[in-house]
């Protein structure tokens, strides 16, 4: 029995017990599709969790079963076994309850209906929902504003261009009051300015909200931004599951790029044969290596350079981003 401190309500008690509870929790997750020699393995026994308030980006060359763990998350694909919870609720059990907590914003801004405008499409999401689009109407203008959508509020979003599409999309995913949301490609169709304003807006909504966010984007850059996390699937199978502080310190191979002057060819090939992974840039009178390696590694490609007389300019660090750590960790396939 739940031990509960002196003039604790029920209520604090529950709010505290689900703070401390993952949002997400799947467990042995599974799919196969086909049978016999053309049986394909999609998800091999997939477990992870996320926990409340935090936004975890999951990643996967095609094919790794990344969008097939996703759909059978959300009850889209029926999966062949494993368990899932959302809030403590297991899907299998009570899916009504379960997929109340959770949205979704699924290949890219397919998700609003076209005919409605705007602001019909938050308070239509908000409504189906459970919640009453005038008690949240406060929330919705939030949003509006939040996405720069304003000006374009009343307006049916099949006139829209395809960013603004993208944001009216986003927005109908956060109009209700959810627990869970997943985003896939969130950033697709929008320029720069656009894409910037959105991470900046989904890391406050995170944590006015603690809403937890499960990420899906090509763009490593947003990743490496805006997710706490990162789980990396290949070939059905989780294959790395870490912050992104750490996969980005995982490997002890960095680069290092040097720009000198007064260099021959026949040091710019002992230096190619030196070293694994050597690119050569020439310009005007100036040599430029980039080369992958360790500490050592760069002492010796500046002794290579010292024999050949060059004269070195500039040096700079390297250091790997989150791209080369998932090309490193799933054989060079690209997201």
Known sequence: MPVRSAGETGDEAEAER???????????????????????????DVSFSVERGSVVGLLGPNGAGKTTAIKSILGLIVPDAGTVRIDGVDVGADPTEAYSRVD????????????????????????????DPEAVAERHETLLDQFDLAEKADEPVRGLSRGMKQKASLASVLAGDVSLVFLDEPTLGLDIESALTLRKELGRLVEERDLT???????????????????????????????????????????????????????????????????????????????STDSDGFYRLVHLLED??????????????????????TGGDRP
């Open 213 to 291: 966010v499960v990420l899906s984007s090509h763009d490593m850059a947003v990743i490496e931004d805006v997710c706490d996390r990162v789980i990396i699937m290949d070939d059905g199978n989780v294959v790395a599951d870490d912050t992104v502080e750490d996969l980005l310190g995982m490997f002890e191979t960095q680069g290092y790029r040097v720009t000198v002057r007064d260099i021959g060819d026949e040091t710019t090939a002992r230096v190619r044969g030196a070293f694994e992974s050597v690119e050569v840039d020439r310009f005007d009178d100036r040599t430029r290596y980039e080369v």
């Open 18 to 44: 689900a703070s401390a509870e993952p949002t997400l929790e799947v467990e042995g997750l599974s799919k196969q599709f086909g049978k016999g020699d053309d049986a394909v393995v999609a998800v091999d």
């Open 308 to 329: 050949g007389d060059a004269r070195v300019e500039t040096v700079e660090t390297i250091t790997p981003d989150l791209e080369e750590v998932f090309l490193n960790v």
């Open 104 to 131: 979704a914003m699924l290949e890219g801004a397919r998700n609003d209906y076209w005919r409605l405008t705007v602001r019909e499409n938050l308070q239509y999401f908000a409504s189906i929902g459970g919640e």
